[in-house]
């Protein structure tokens, strides 16, 4: 969602203007922050997740779907609670799209304690489609009390269920909420309800599909266009995206190539326009059309399906999850440790294989959202000036992409890519005793320029405010994000957001990696675990994370000795590796160690003298990360999960807690076996056996709406997930 100023935005003109102010302010904003929050400490591991859901419209007669642009209307409902004061169950926040709204728990969860407040089990009665408002919010309001080890897992999943009832309460009758990564038809014509339409010379980003017309001087019409329109925030974003670059976004994903698919597969973008002729006026249609035309020529590639909007990105869901660590040390720890899974965790919740109404060869969003919000200049991408040929700055990445180098001094010699900072302020925060490497870090962030200023937060006091830090911080969006603590909130403690998976179909699946991840930093923490490889093997990965059927079909780059000790390995032999409902055995807890104890054992997070050499990691198989290695040899892999029933074993917990953990991890292990296929799988295997598919990669509006009725049911008729495979696979 990123930084919600209240104000009035400027003009890209005015904020490009004020960009070295605005960053030489966020610098010495980030330095007093820094000082205040250097000790910061926290008692305990805190965490919750971010789900973004998506509002749909069915047209039973015509057997027709589209988005619906009601979450400015939703919202003023769903956070009527918050707004006047009451303690409450869910936070709801807008999103980039007006068919889209994000829903987080209330408060923070606790890996040790019960949350503060409000978190249902089992009380809530089921209530009608279009129950009451009143109903809502009194769910808003039910309490857990429980305070068993890891009783958190009782609420995240129920949790969930109720912010999709919430939003459910308040549809109408042929709507629904849906945790879907991207609406298969965005961008083709007539998606949105109400109708509305691209326009390719004044809208605010100037697309020929994705609707953003105008209408600003006609508060009526707020509503129909596909931008969220309740915040200015995000249409400025989408405009001045588009004018610092000096051109309409590139997004370029390569269409499946199925029987009937023409080769080379051409598309006429005069021929795809989301423009209505009976909408505008001879003229203009004319233009929009010339225009298409222009930019076929311009932009049109070969077997290619073509986007040109940060609508195509940002208009996508995810799932995503924030840690608060105990320290800045752990923060760091935790951030670098993770990196290396998120390629991993990103092919392992893949559920993007459509788009424009295309299937592509790609099952994830991640290039698409990059290339949505790729603010750089030709010069920048290139590092050649276009005109004189002269080299200029070369920026390597867009503003949204992976990680480039880890924040602890330790693991300084797996940063082995070129990082482009800005050098004046690296100086200033070094000189500032900010570490070196968390120095490096946001000196990397802020060679970006500001893309939205707010006149009203102009004048801040650098030392108590952070506006202008939270500017740069919040649109550059990696894979990682390293938080201090908000200077606003001197409670809240160092954050890590790990940000890289796709949203899931069902409850049961999102809360699932959700605590999958949760246990790994458990492991992590306890176990002394080490992932790291380097940098640029992790850039490797997340290219390969996002093909077809990756999770079966590749072979990624991941450590081979991930445990600090002989000893654990050897413990290893003691964990059986099943999911089984009986209460698990108890044995010996693993201590967590310090680290001036660890200084002196087996410890691979140490930066010694040896160099950095391949054999330290090789080619796996998600199967082999997740389950481990089937074959037995001195060089097998342990696998995560084997790991996670070694550490569960160590410690006492509660029977009904460990059976929905081996719930949890079933599914993220036969996810990665192949043995339950991820959403996108799932998607592909509905199109291809769907009668209407004509074998041409096209997905017709008809094959949409079954497919997202199907998705409906698991809410509207309580299906489970594994009837949904069944369904879709036994055809």
Known sequence: MGLLSVGEPLSWDETRDLSVY??????QQFIYLFRKTEQHQSDVLKFGDEIEYMIVRFDDESGTVRVSN?????????????????????????????????GTPGHPYSINLSPSDKLLVGNLEPSNQNGSNQNLIQSNLITNNSSKIFSFLKVIETNMQLRRRQVRDLLEKNESVLSISSFPLLGTYDFCSPSSYADPITGYSRSLFFSDQDFSFFSFLLYTIAIFMGHPRFRTLANNIRERRKRNQEIYLPIFQDVNTPKPFIENFAESINVNPQNVNLFQYRLFVDEAKKRQNEYGRENQVYMDSMGFGMGC??????????DLQESCLLYDQLIPLCPIMMALSAASPIFRGYLTDVDCRWSVISSSVDDRTVSEITGLDPLTKEKTKKIYKSRFDSVDLYLSESNVKYNDIKIIYDEDFYKILTENRVPKLISKHIAHLFIRD???VFKEKLETNDQTDSDHFENIQSTNWQTMRFKPPPSSSPEIGWRIEFRPMEVQLTDTENAAYIVFIVLITRLILSMDLNLLIPISKVDENMKLAQKRDAVNSERFWFRKKICSTKKLYNCLEQCPQNFSNAPPQTSPPVTPQSSSTLDSQENDHTNDNHSLCSSEYGLLTIDEIINGSKEKSDDDFPGLIPLINFYLESIEIDAEIRCNLNKYLRIISKRASGEMPTTAQLMRKFIHNHDKYQADSKVTNRIAYDLLKLFDRIDIDSISFEDLYAKVLKK
């Open 22 to 27: 605005i960053r030489h302010h966020g610098i």
């Open 70 to 102: 009601r979450a400015t209307e939703l919202l003023e409902i769903l956070q009527h609670p918050e707004n006047n004061a009451q303690e409450v169950a869910t936070l709801w926040r807008p999103e980039f799209g007006a068919y889209m709204i994000e």
């Open 317 to 326: 869901c995810c799932l995503q999850v924030t840690f608060q660590a105990s």
């Open 450 to 452: 500001p893309l939205v």
